[in-house]
């Protein structure tokens, strides 16, 4: 039988105000133990929330940037259920009334461009911390994370592969850091998604049976946690059995999905309006306010890196895909924009490379994107070759210094003296017999020896270019 699956995500985005969503208890990370949470995020008798407002402002920024439907009246909800993480005996979270309501986000796939549905992104808080490893057999709770604010962002089931969900989650994670909603950092659980998985039998219309895998905080295991589940359920159907509907564990270290709970329905919430808070009412006003604040958005980068650079699509892709690359990357134009292709060459390869390799982001590049600019300024006005800009790069790493003292105290300036270079292209000449007589029966490849030793004997301080000319012409 032919399967096929049907996937729908709900990312949790942490929104990165400074205060709780209704309480004036602070949301930074890793701060110990409920050092951060007060008599509201507990729950304790008495107390009333207060909206951040800063909440609200950032779900609508992100509305706005989707050009999604934004509910001017939305209304917050208890989703009541036990947890001994969650004090109140509820999540103040939205139901029927969220302040989001349906949008689209496109992704690209290769060369293949689809629409995935929003359903609908509601504010809710989040819940506290069960810690198992710390009390021997007991478990402690941590209450900073309770009341922390989160958009609940919600797709129609309309990614058909793991990969297409990857690409969209990879979409929205971009698009809340350049709207700065979150911080998008995914190991300290600022965004994370619940996957929803079905299969259904092709050309069926109906959906499957769905298993939901709970709290993937990396794409890597968003991808692999799929494509296990995949196998999980066509298994099960081909045996003839029926999948259930489920909550799953997605274990990183076995690269398994293992069972959590039978998953509720949404009445065993018993969801009803929250009466200690009002419903929330969005003015026009505001709407045209954060509308004018929205900064260019990593789609419309995109474009302007195509169109005004002159960039490959791929290229822009891969720039404005972190709103930090980009950035560097255009500070480094501001000195160099007659290489725009080079400097674009040196951010994707080299430095990310270089970052990658030692878990730096780029806003602590021990290479500044001015700096940058300069070393690929000697390579165009042809001060070193790309390979000698190689090792200045490195050294620029390691000593902070500049191109252009690293150039001078190290002698890397390519030799421009056309005498000099004449004399080793012709001792080269001279010492390989052989091979000249090979290139003159017509074998081409044979320059590449040529050159290998012309930059052995000039430690590669010639431009190759130029060597290749002459070279070409002393053989003829
Ligand atoms: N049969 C299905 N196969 C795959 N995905 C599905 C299927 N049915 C629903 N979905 C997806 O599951 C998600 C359901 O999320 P939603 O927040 O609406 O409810 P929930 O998971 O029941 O509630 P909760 O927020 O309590 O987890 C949506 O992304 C939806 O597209
Ligand atoms: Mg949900
Ligand atoms: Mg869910």
């Known amino acids: 039988m032919k399967w096929e699956t049907v996937i729908g995500l709900e990312i949790h985005v942490q929104l990165n105000t400074k205060s709780k969503i209704f309480s004036s208890a602070l949301t930074k990370y890793g701060k110990k133990p409920n050092s951060q949470a007060c008599a509201i995020d507990l729950g304790l008798p008495g107390v009333l929330p207060v909206l951040n407002v800063e909440a609200v402002n950032k779900a609508i920024r992100f509305g706005v940037a989707i050009n999604a439907h934004i509910n001017k009246r939305n209304i917050f909800d208890r989703k009541n259920y036990f947890y001994p993480d969650l004090p109140k005996g509820y999540q103040i979270s939205q139901m029927d009334w969220p302040i989001i309501g349906k949008g689209k986000i496109e992704i690209i796939l290769g060369n293949q461009t689809k629409v995935i549905c929003i359903t609908r992104a509601h504010l809710e808080e989040d819940a506290g911390k069960s810690i198992h490893d710390m009390f021997d057999d007991n478990t402690a709770i941590d209450l900073n994370r309770a009341g922390i604010p989160l958009l609940e962002i919600v797709s129609e089931p309309d990614m058909r592969s793991a990969k ?21 950092n995914m190991q300290e659980g600022s965004f994370r998604c619940d996957a929803n998985i079905s299969i259904r039998p092709k050309g069926q219309k109906e959906l499957g049976t769905r298993a939901e895998l709970k709290n993937i905080n990396s794409f890597k295991f968003l991808e692999r946690a799929i494509n296990f589940e995949v196998k999980r359920q066509k298994d099960i159907l081909e045996e003839g059995e029926k999948v259930v509907q489920e909550t799953r564990l997605y274990d990183s270290i076995k690269n398994e999905t293992r069972s959590m709970r039978l998953k509720e329905e949404t009445n065993d919430y018993r969801y009803f309006p929250d009466p200690d808070l009002l419903p929330i009412e969005i003015s026009n006003e505001l709407l045209e306010k954060v509308k004018q604040t929205l900064p260019e958005l990593p789609d419309q980068r995109k474009t302007r890196f195509v169109v005004e650079l002159g960039l490959s699509e791929y290229d822009a892709d891969v720039l404005t895909s972190q709103k930090s690359l980009a950035d560097y990357f255009e500070v480094m134009l501001e000195d160099n924009i007659v290489n725009i292709k080079l400097c674009a060459n040196w951010v994707m390869g080299e430095l990310s490379a270089a970052l990658n390799k030692h878990q730096i982001d780029i806003q602590n590049s021990p290479i500044t994107a001015p700096a940058l600019s300069l070393l690929i300024s000697r390579i165009s006005d042809d001060t070193i070759s790309v390979k000698t800009a190689k090792d200045v790069f490195k050294y620029m790493w390691d000593s902070k210094n500049s191109a252009d ?40 490849k044979i320059l ?29």
């Open 164 to 184: 297409e969900a990857v690409a969209y989650t990879k979409k929205i994670h971009t698009l809340v850091q350049y709207i700065d909603i979150c911080d998008g």
């Open 448 to 476: 590449g020896f040529f050159i290998g030793k012309i930059m052995e004997l000039t430690g590669g301080k010639v431009n190759p270019k130029q060597v290749n000319e002459l070279l070409r012409k002393k053989l003829l």
């Open 405 to 444: 003292e690293i150039i001078k105290v190290r002698g890397l300036k390519q030799m421009t003296n056309m005498v000099e270079i004449e004399v080793i292209i012709e001792q080269v000449i001279a010492n390989s017999t052989l091979q000249v007589s090979q290139f003159k029966l017509g074998n081409n």
